[in-house]
């Protein structure tokens, strides 16, 4: 019982620490929330829970049907893609934890992609933005790679956070 206490405990103050993370995410700069603490390579489904929870009661934030969630952090006036467009787009990932997994803005290059060819919050999500937009998206894992990950950086049924800047749509 009391581990659990402990257990619980933990998850809700990862939680908060988390909530830190997502109000730095238009500058990417999470250094400043990692405790060091927690063990944040595999996080449980609670912790996912929390951080989506806590993401919701933050001022802007939009939830859709689906569960993607965003926040406009730039309005763009361009065109709005289409599921079978393409788009040139930068963007950076983090897990909940502020460990980036991607960026093209690391790599100085904007990325091309089939907007049908995504994972389904980034189909989602395009389709709504217009050139021009730089979004916020967090994406539960249903909306992201699910129960599988993606390779090493991405533990299965992790919720991502997204800076997404569409470009142009090709």
């Not at 009391?2 to 405990?9: E, K």
């Not at 950076?92 to 803005?105: H, K, N, R």
Request: one cysteine or more.
């Amino acid at each position: 019982m009391i581990r659990r206490l402990i257990q619980a405990a933990s998850i809700l103050t990862a939680a908060a620490a988390l909530s830190a993370c997502t109000q730095k995410l238009a500058p990417f700069t999470c250094e400043e929330t990692r405790t060091g603490e927690l063990n944040m390579s595999a996080l449980s489904d609670a912790a996912n829970a929390a951080f989506l929870s806590n993401y919701d009661a933050q001022p802007g934030v939009v939830k859709t049907a689906s569960g993607l969630r965003y926040r406009v952090l730039a309005s763009g006036k361009g065109a709005q893609p289409a599921a079978t467009s393409r788009v040139r787009a930068h963007y950076q990932g983090t897990l909940i934890d502020c460990t980036v997994f991607d960026s093209s803005y690391a790599r100085n290059e904007p990325a091309v992609f089939p907007v049908n060819r995504l994972i389904p919050g980034w189909v989602e999500a395009l389709q709504l933005m217009k050139e021009g937009d730089v979004w916020e998206l967090v994406l539960p894992h249903e909306l992201a790679y699910g129960e599988r990950g993606a390779g090493e950086d991405i533990p299965p049924r992790q919720t991502l956070i997204f800076k997404l800047e569409l470009l142009q749509v090709l």
